[in-house]
């Protein structure tokens, strides 16, 4: 009786791990459309706001360090003003 119970039970919890298509699917293309502009996933962009420097995971299969300094040594934030350096004045 119990063996029954976990065959049943256990894909229930498996399958609650799984996101939504729809969201997946718009996932994919925010992803696409941040490869396309700046050539960083939305991950490598959380990444890099949380960790201060330019962050890009793909760097690893290509042999190069996922994070590295900007080259003025700030993040880049965008905003609806324009882009902006860390300390938040605009360039």
């Not at 969201?23 to 941040?34: R, V």
């Not at 360090?65 to 700030?74: K, L, M, T, V």
């Not at 882009?83 to 605009?90: E, H, K």
């Amino acid at each position: 009786m119990l063996r029954r119970l976990l065959i049943i039970v256990c894909p229930l919890f498996v399958g609650a791990c799984a996101v939504p298509l729809p969201l997946q699917i718009a996932t994919w293309a925010a992803d696409g459309i941040s490869y396309l502009m700046t050539s960083k996933s939305m991950s490598d962009h959380g990444l890099s706001a949380a960790v201060g420097r330019d962050c890009a995971v793909h760097r690893a299969i290509t042999g190069g360090a996922i994070c590295r300094e900007d080259a003025d040594g700030g993040t880049v934030l965008a905003s609806s003003k324009g882009v902006s350096g860390a300390s938040g004045t605009p360039k």
